[in-house]
Structures are given as C-alpha cells and as structure tokens.
C-alpha cells in the first residue's frame, strides 16, 4: 500500500506538477479570472490525482487539459449569477502552488501602460476569437492542444486565430497604435508583442 502511494506520488510528480503553471494560465484564460483559474485547476489536480492510477504516462499535457476541460465545463453547467460587487478582490488572489508570484504594483503598472490598446483590441473580439487567441499567443498551448481543450477541429483554431489576429491588427491600426503603412503583413503573437 505504501509503496502504491510512493507511486502514485512519483507519477504525480513526474508528469502532472510540471503542467501546473500552464493549466493556471489556462484556466484563467477560460474563466477570465485568476481566482477562478486556479479553483478549475485546484479541481483539475484533485481529478488527476485520482485518476493516476488509469494515466498511461504519454502526453500528459493534453491528458490534464482534457480534464480542465471537462471540469471547466462542469463549473459552467452548475454555475449561478455572480454577486462580489468588490472585483478588485481578484487582483489580489494568492497564487496556488506551483504557480509564478503576482507582479508587482510597478510592473502591473508598465504592462498595462504598454499594452492598453492592446488589451482594448482584445477585449472587443468576440469570445470565441479572443479565447483562441489567449490560448495560443498567451498561454503558449500549440493548435492541437487548443482544439482538444475548446473540443474544436484544429483548422478551426487556425481559422479562429487567423481572423483574431487580423481583427486586433486592424483595431491597432485604426487607433494608431499600429502604422497603417506596415508592410510587414503580420504583427506577430500577443506573446513577442509583450516582449
């Protein structure tokens, strides 16, 4: 029994807990919250971890992505109004383990400064293109793992993408904060953006 639990532990720790900073980021991107991100994780894990014992070892990435979504969708399903009126309170959620600290006051700061219109672009694509898009430019997931998690054909993730990155690239321009003489075609991710 104790060397099953040793087992257990070591698969655990093996194929699940380095994943854990990319579910965060997932499961905030699919909620559109920290807090909750790290709760659909929190209950991702808890799934995981009874469920080691059936994991194979291959691919444990879309194995755990697999299992927040289905636990995202769950949460949607028995989800009711939400009644904080204090959202500020998100901002200041600890971290769950295995997760990067917060930035600090000063760096939130430049971030935001940086990438206001940015984030307005972004913020005014529909959620089906803005999802995709954090996805893959934020969250760094690759096509397949994108569609298995949205439970969509990966060409539709391509098309997604392709039409949010044009739709952002449009707005930058129209705003100015993009030159509307670029020749360069793409503006690349949000992820080299950032940089």
Known sequence: MASSSASRQDVFRTHVEPEIEVLLRVGQTLTGS????EDLVQETLIRAWTAIDRFDGAHPRAWLLTILRNAHLNSLRRQRPDLTDDT?????????FGA????????TVIDRALD?????AVARLDEKFR????LIDVDLLTYTEAAELLGIPVGTVMSRLSRARDRVRLQLRATGALPTTATTGRTGSLAQRKR
């Open 88 to 96: 500020a309170s998100f901002d200041r959620a600890r971290p769950a």
């Open 34 to 37: 920290w807090a909750d991100g």
């Open 116 to 120: 206001e219109d940015l984030e307005r």
């Open 131 to 134: 999802t995709v898009l954090l």
């Open 100 to 107: 990067t600290a917060p930035p600090g006051p000063e760096q």
